[in-house]
């Protein structure tokens, strides 16, 4: 390509004749002399000077490229990576969907639809599943038939620009949720007492409302920043067809460049990030304080029922009691979110760092690095989505035992009532 945004031109030539040389070409003379001529086409402009870059060895250095930025036998790797994940990423996609189809079903139940955790844990797959569903088509075109073929229409531009932002709003929106439900989880276990009364159903409507409403306004500035670009490109064929290629970019100058990555670092994903450490931090403390207690229950099974508990010389009997149903399952919920939440870290944190790295440093860091580490927080984001059904599976006999009713339900026949007593009692 001989045009691009980012670059600026170093032209190595050998010698100074050589250069000087250039000028003898005839057909550089003819488009000199009719330069002025409407009908002289571009594009053989072009093709002169594509020609004369590979006689005489002209190599173009991108300012980029002098940067040591993400160098290394660690680059490779990445790279490495990035060669297969269109297909990582199509496998992830098609499980993820079906996973999260599935984490819908349950959810919506009669039994399980009541929780305000269980809604905004149907809401969190609804988006995780809207991400992965467009991203199956971007992963068959973009890493599959896209490498083989040399345009790159203007369509295929569109529609990276569209999915560019239709994940960024739909991730965004079960970044919020996410928040939500750790804040959720909080207020319930720190303040059992005023829990019914700020969890309400009608404020989990209301968060859950706003975690698709927000994104849309925090991601303004993205809107902006990343446009279309064009440039010209010459098949590898001995005529040099010149052919326009469109992309998605971002233009470096001006306020809004900067601004994005803020936004998209600090508020989008650093932000709850923190936020979530700290309530995933005091959740772990909950949950080591209950499992202390647990062990501290087991010992004293071996002693008899009650205990005499001597004070000021009075003799007093305390009856030994084990955990309740409730807190026990109290526990397995909050185990099974900390899961959730440190997956959660886990994929977004890095991401944050880099956007705020990106913001700080520039241009350079983002090509050389930001672009080189996307597939792979690509599919880091995606397992997170996928793997939340095998979380639910593995930490919540109420997830299993509904989830065993419901393909029971599908795979086997209801069979039909031939009276009405029959009917009163299949019911029953």
């Known amino acids: 390509m001989l045009a691009d945004d980012d670059s600026h031109h170093k032209y190595n030539s050998g010698t100074l004749d050589d250069t000087f040389s250039l000028f003898d070409d005839k057909r550089l003379v003819s488009i000199l002399k009719h330069g002025n001529n409407q009908s002289l086409k571009i594009s053989e402009l072009l093709r002169t000077l594509e020609d004369w870059r590979n006689r005489y060895n002209i190599t173009v250095i991108k300012e980029c490229d002098r940067s040591d930025y993400c160098s290394g036998e660690f680059r490779d790797v990445v790279l490495g990576y990035n060669a297969v994940h269109g ?5 992830i996609c098609l ?188 959740l772990i403390r909950v949950l080591y304080r209950a499992n202390s207690r647990k062990k501290m229950l087991k010992g004293y099974n071996a002693c008899p029922a009650s205990s005499v508990l001597v004070t000021n010389g009075n003799v007093f009997t305390r009856k030994l009691t084990k955990r309740s149903k409730a807190e026990k399952r109290t526990d397995r919920t909050t185990k099974m979110l900390v899961a959730v939440l440190l997956l959660f870290l886990l994929t977004e944190f ?39 059904f095998i979380l639910y599976c593995s930490m919540s006999r109420q997830f299993r035992t509904t989830f065993g009713q419901l393909i029971r ?20």
């Not at 009541?114 to 809207?130: C, E, G, T």
């Open 87 to 91: 297909y990582v990423s199509l496998l």
């Open 95 to 282: 499980f993820g969907s079906l996973a999260n189809i599935f984490n819908v079903a349950v959810l919506t139940r009669r039994d399980l639809a009541a929780a305000p955790i269980n809604r905004l844990l149907k809401w969190l797959a609804v988006a995780d599943v809207f991400v992965m569903m467009e991203y199956v088509p971007f992963s068959i075109y973009r890493y599959m038939l896209l490498p083989r073929q040399e345009e790159r229409p203007y369509a295929w531009a569109v529609y990276m620009l569209f999915h560019m932002h239709f994940t960024q709003l739909f991730h965004t929106a079960s970044i919020l949720l996410t928040l939500t439900l750790a804040i959720w989880r909080y207020i319930a276990i720190k303040y059992p007492s005023y829990g019914p009364s700020l969890c309400t159903d009608r404020r989990c409507s209301l968060a859950i409302i706003l975690s698709f409403l927000l994104p849309p306004i925090l991601c303004i500035p993205s809107y902006f920043v990343f446009t279309i670009h064009e440039e010209v490109s010459f098949d590898k064929t001995a005529s040099k067809v010149a052919s326009k290629v469109y992309y998605v970019d971002s233009n470096y100058e001006g306020v809004l460049y900067q601004l994005n990555f803020w936004v998209h670092a600090v508020f989008i994903k650093l932000l709850p990030c923190v936020i979530l450490t700290i309530i995933s931090a005091w």
């Open 350 to 388: 890095p991401q944050g760092i880099l956007g705020l790295m990106s913001g700080a440093l520039g241009r350079c860091f983002f090509k050389r690095c930001y672009d080189l580490f996307g597939e792979l927080m690509d599919a880091l984001a995606l397992l997170n989505g996928a793997i939340n």
């Open 409 to 428: 339900n599908r795979c086997t026949a209801t069979p039909r009532a031939t009276s009405h007593t029959e009917l009163q009692t299949t019911y029953v």
